[in-house]
């Protein structure tokens, strides 16, 4: 494998690099030397703003863009939000690539996601299921979204011949996640129930749906180094999932808090919330089969995020 021509001094744009992803990305980044970061915060340019957007990339003109700006949050807030998601998530991706385009970029990573692919898909999820049949109904708008910015790629691929790279992760949490309990997505919003209950000497955790649902968890800097591997690495694919390759059921994902958080209680479940895709387990055998793998197992890195959380607070609360 060749290198893509980035150098420690290329122009980096990190689209969203105040958000989970975005954040670990820049930290990645930050590690590996990159010294020549743009980075600015939603005051600065609005990515909801095209003329702004275009503007930045214009007089910056990176070397290279990952796009990890986007409207994102659990089930209920997809699944309540749903105009926000889609208008959001479509407008930002639009806009930055177009821009990106018109500024010469030729090398950019968009930052999908795994609930792109069809809901009652074979396990494990091969990039190729794209499009094989219909969505998951509680996060549809962001998966359409998310779809179009694939597509904005493939088709500036194809019509202009860019390198732009589409990665799929599976569900992801780490530092700087949103620890909101109504829009939060499962695993931070047990930690704080867990934490909180804790606290209050409470006998008792509330847990959403029927426990049944298998997820596949990713901490947010094996994602980071996913995508800067890919960044570093020329390759010829232009779609990746990014996981584990193994998941756990979500009453599991909740004994496991329990048991970091050091929560004694019971667990109860609300059978009025939504269960969502029974399973979404990602086959990472495309990433794996150029040398990249997760490193961060699941309890270390629910122990590492239950100190961040610590430490930080909820920030989004
Ligand atoms: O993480 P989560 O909100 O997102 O929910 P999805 C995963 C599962 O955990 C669902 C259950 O079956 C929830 O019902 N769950 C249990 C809880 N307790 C809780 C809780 O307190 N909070 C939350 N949030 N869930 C999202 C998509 O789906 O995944 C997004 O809506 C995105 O579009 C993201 O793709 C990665 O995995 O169901």
Not at 158 to 163: A, E, K
Not at 211 to 229: I, N, Q, S, T, W
Not at 233 to 245: I, S
Request: with cysteine; charged share 25%; aromatic share 8%.
């Amino acid at each position: 494998m060749s290198s893509a021509g980035i150098t420690k001094d290329s122009k980096i744009f990190v689209a969203g690099h105040r958000g989970m992803v975005g954040s670990a990305i820049t930290r990645r980044l930050q590690a590996g030397g990159y010294r020549n970061l743009l980075l600015c915060s939603r005051r600065e340019v609005d990515l909801l703003d095209q003329g702004a957007v275009r503007d930045l990339l214009q007089a910056e003109r990176p070397d290279y863009v990952f796009v990890a700006a986007a409207k994102v949050g659990g089930i209920q807030a997809n699944n309540i939000y749903r105009a926000d998601f889609i208008y959001q998530n479509l407008v930002i991706e639009t806009n930055v690539i177009h821009a990106a385009y018109h500024a010469g970029v030729r090398d950019l990573m968009f930052l999908g996601s795994s609930c792109i692919y069809p809901r009652d898909c074979a396990q494990p999820i091969k990039e190729a299921y794209l499009l094989t049949g219909p969505l998951e109904p509680t996060n549809e708008p962001y998966a359409i979204a998310k779809i179009a910015g694939l597509k904005l790629c493939e088709a500036f691929n194809h019509q202009y011949g860019t390198r732009y790279v589409s990665v799929m992760p599976t569900n992801l949490y780490g530092p700087n996640d949103n620890f909101d309990l109504q829009d939060s997505h499962v695993l931070p919003a047990l930690l704080r129930k867990a934490h909180e209950g804790k606290q209050r000497g409470e006998h008792s955790l509330t847990v959403w749906g029927s426990g049944k649902p298998m997820r596949e968890f990713l901490h947010v800097d094996d994602m980071a180094d996913a995508c800067v591997f890919l960044m570093e690495n020329e390759v010829d694919e232009r779609l990746f999932n990014v996981g584990t390759g193994t998941d756990v059921s979500i009453r599991e994902l909740a004994q496991t808090i329990k048991e970091v958080v050091g929560f004694s209680g019971s667990l109860e479940w609300d059978a009025a919330k939504p269960d969502g895709t029974p399973r979404k387990l990602l086959d990472v055998s495309r990433l794996a089969a150029r040398g990249w793998r997760a490193n961060i197992a699941l309890r270390d890195g629910i122990r590492s995020t239950y100190d961040w959380y610590v430490r930080n607070g909820a920030r989004g609360a």
